[in-house]
């Protein structure tokens, strides 16, 4: 076989090598950051406007399969509770276990263990941007939570079912996810408020979904590059020109 042929013959082998390991690698990102995803994620239709403008009726929502223990202040979460209703509800955690929370102070605003809160993701619909329409206090029992939603003019949460339900808190055991973003419309991410970090216990870290994100994203791109490598590598090869026999290079026929 000429030097031509073998120079040839090694790139294109060079090239398809190259490709097929570029695309392993982005098959193993985009395929394992969607399989990341499921195991970590539940997909939810969220009925109701109660959580506006966070959240509106119709959107699609991906909550994280958390343990209700996890569940920090500031949290939006996916709870079922019977006394709330047979399907699953989406709500704001504003107090936990101990937490002693009344409405409203002489601004409107909810206090929690007596600090009053900056609620900058209401939909501030009351007059007077009030918390609530009405006063209430409650003290949480430990092991739940209290749920707010966003939309404080018509929301139905722990505020009405202080009247059915001692301090209208949920338990910690009926929290099936945490929401951390809307899927559509459009896609984007659910942040958490700085609205309760100075309390104890803060506010809970944002969930892995951007680095599945990213996972994916980068994936696809290394499945393109890759198709396009090997073509690419061996079209240079072709290409090259032969190189000279040391004879011919020194005149000898």
Not at 87 to 110: F, M, N
């Amino acid at each position: 076989m000429s030097s031509a042929g073998r120079t040839k013959g090694g790139h294109g082998r060079l090239g398809s090598t190259l490709s097929g390991l570029v695309v392993a690698v982005g098959c193993v990102l985009f395929l394992g950051g969607f399989a990341w995803a499921a195991v970590e994620y539940q997909p939810y239709t969220v009925p109701t406007g109660s959580m506006t403008p966070t959240i509106v009726a119709g959107d699609k929502v991906l909550a994280q399969r958390i343990s209700g223990d996890d569940v920090r202040r500031g949290d939006v979460v996916v709870f079922k509770d019977s006394e709330w209703g047979d399907l699953p509800l989406v709500k704001r955690v504003v107090a936990v276990g101990g937490d002693a929370v009344r409405c409203c102070d002489k601004q409107g605003r909810l206090s929690v263990n007596g600090v009053p809160l900056d609620e900058p993701y209401t939909d501030k619909a009351l007059g007077g941007g009030r918390a609530a329409g009405a006063n209430f206090s409650a003290d949480v029992p430990v092991g739940e939570l209290f749920m707010l939603g966003d939309e404080r003019a018509n929301s139905l949460d722990s505020r009405v079912h202080l009247q059915d339900k001692e301090q209208g808190s949920v338990p910690r055991s009926d929290v099936k996810g945490r929401v951390d973003a809307i899927a559509w419309p459009p896609a984007h991410l659910i942040g958490r408020p700085k609205t309760f970090a100075a309390l104890p216990g803060g506010i809970s870290s944002g969930g892995p979904l951007r680095l599945m994100a990213v996972a994916v994203v980068a994936g696809a791109v290394l499945i393109f590059l890759g198709a396009a490598l090997g073509p690419l590598l061996n079209r240079r090869g072709r290409a090259r020109p032969a190189p000279t026999p040391a004879g011919e290079r020194a005149g000898v026929r």
